[in-house]
């Protein structure tokens, strides 16, 4: 079963990744999708340490988005579900 708001935030990751810095327009066209999801998504990312944003640089209208490398020690750990019996 695939989640779909997990899949598009992934692949809006990895978008980052590739295209950075990236706006939130040039992921709008890219996706195909509305501005106001890859928005959310944007900041969902940036508010779980995944992404940070940025001012625009000199030309740009709109703040640019970068991937954290390596990701954030504040993400949480995962623990392997106890052993049953």
Not at 26 to 35: A, H, I, Q, R, V
Not at 50 to 68: D, E, T
Request: aromatic fraction near 6%; glycine fraction near 6%; charge should be positive.
């Amino acid at each position: 079963m695939e989640m779909k708001s997990v899949t598009r935030s992934l692949r809006i990751l990895e978008a980052v990744a590739q295209h950075q810095p990236v706006t939130v327009g040039e992921l709008t066209k890219l996706f195909g999708l509305p501005k106001s999801t890859v928005q959310r998504t944007l900041v969902t990312l940036a508010e779980a340490g995944w992404l940070r944003a940025n001012p625009p640089p000199a030309g740009r209208s709109a703040p640019g988005y970068w991937p954290y490398d390596p990701p954030p020690s504040r993400a949480p750990a995962c623990s392997p579900p106890p052993a049953t019996p």
